[in-house]
């Protein structure tokens, strides 16, 4: 079943950027939910809290990209979105990202009164460099798909990548300063940062759908 042309686009190059959206989205599963595993059991057994964040988040952006692929591979399947799930998609997406700062500052102020002080982590900074190599490139696909398409959803989720690129940045630069001046309060403040750019763009998520 054929899907209707999206503004500009044939009724093929849609169905063939649908699909190639679709593949993104499970790309995306796959990958966060190794790199979601490995980066909380190397947060929790070296006691960084922007490390486990970081794997909050990966998690986060797994269900924000499932729900992504069904709607898609309804699409396909049906020959049409469904409007009311596809907004409901979409709100749910940016409810990952309140969800994503709500652990973050909660972790990050435990840590702060707790004083806790992390131990070094090859593994977790392997994790960090590897994901800022991967999620731009594929953050930049899930954009360019969803402006083709003029498709809110994918674009939300292309911003979900988009945080993970910055969350692998700061929480890399917090772990990485730690180690060299033995500040403990950088791994939360780093935290707080990703807790920042989370609610910016799930806001932005949340008011693209009304």
Not at 99 to 114: D, E, K, P
Not at 168 to 184: D, K, P, R
Request: charged share 20%; hydrophobic share 50%.
């Amino acid at each position: 079943m054929s899907i209707p042309p999206a503004p500009g686009l044939t009724s093929d190059e849609t169905e063939r950027l649908t699909r190639r959206g679709l593949r993104l989205a499970q790309f995306t599963v796959g990958y966060n939910v190794v790199e979601g595993v490995v980066a909380i059991t190397a947060g929790l057994i070296a006691g960084y809290v922007s490390v486990v964040g970081f794997g909050i988040d990966s998690a986060i952006e797994s269900i924000s990209a499932t729900l992504v692929a069904i709607r898609l591979s309804a699409r396909l399947r049906h020959g049409h979105a469904d409007e009311r799930k596809e907004r409901l998609a979409l709100k749910m997406v940016a409810g990952t990202f309140f969800l994503l700062a709500a652990y973050v500052i909660v972790g990050g102020i435990r840590s702060l009164i707790g004083g806790e002080e992390p131990e070094r982590s090859p593994l977790a900074i392997g994790l960090l460099v590897a994901s800022i190599i991967v999620m731009p490139a594929l953050a930049v696909a899930k954009k360019k798909v969803g402006t083709r398409l003029i498709d809110n959803l994918i674009l939300a989720d292309a911003a979900e990548t988009r945080i993970c690129v910055l969350m692998s940045i700061s929480t890399l630069l917090g772990v990485v300063l730690y180690q060299f001046t033995g500040a403990a309060w950088l791994d939360p403040v780093a935290g707080f940062i990703i807790a920042i750019f989370a609610i910016w763009e799930g806001k932005e998520a949340w008011e693209d759908d009304d």
